[in-house]
């Protein structure tokens, strides 16, 4: 069998490129909330959840980027702009987060909302 999964193939054919997009943020976002109570543990094993969670969601936002930067693509100044203030923002609250100084997940997740809410 190839390297290929025949039914993600068949999904990503189906689905249009912002139904991909939600239900990347969706998934993402799903993994934010479940850690949201870990937190303030200490525990190695949820300290790795959170770190895996926050750490997609990073990768999540900093491999958008690229597209939003392609002169090609159609969006507007101001929303390539915002969304590149996003990214900014992202990263610096995760740089907080994995540095001690906070540990409130909630900008994150309302973020992801608020992307989730215009890609319906």
Same mark, same amino acid.
């Not at 597209?67 to 100044?77: F, G």
């Not at 101001?78 to 609250?93: G, M, S, T």
């Given at each position: 069998?190839?390297?290929?999964?025949?039914?993600?193939?068949?999904?990503?054919?189906?689905?249009?490129?912002?139904?991909?997009?939600?239900?990347?943020?969706?998934?993402?976002?799903?993994?934010?909330?479940?850690?949201?109570?870990?937190?303030?543990?200490?525990?190695?094993?949820? &300290? $790795?959840? %959170?770190?895996?969670? /926050?750490?997609? !969601?990073?990768?999540?936002?900093?491999?958008?980027?690229?597209?939003?930067? =392609?002169?090609?693509?159609?969006?507007?100044?101001?929303?390539? &702009? $915002?969304? %590149?203030?996003?990214? /900014?923002?992202? !990263?610096?609250?995760?740089?907080?987060?994995?540095?001690?100084?906070?540990? =409130?997940?909630?900008?994150?997740?309302?973020?992801?909302?608020?992307?989730?809410?215009?890609?319906?």
């Amino acid at each position: 069998m190839s390297g290929k999964n025949p039914y993600l193939t068949a999904q990503n054919k189906l689905e249009s490129p912002r139904q991909i997009e939600y239900r990347l943020f969706s998934s993402v976002t799903r993994a934010l909330i479940d850690v949201r109570p870990l937190m303030e543990s200490k525990l190695p094993a949820e &300290v $790795a959840q %959170i770190a895996s969670a /926050i750490g997609w !969601n990073r990768d999540v936002w900093n491999h958008l980027m690229p597209e939003v930067l =392609d002169e090609a693509n159609p969006m507007s100044k101001d929303l390539k &702009v $915002a969304l %590149i203030n996003i990214c /900014i923002f992202v !990263n610096k609250h995760t740089d907080r987060i994995t540095q001690g100084q906070t540990t =409130d997940i909630e900008p994150l997740i309302a973020i992801n909302r608020n992307i989730m809410d215009g890609l319906k």
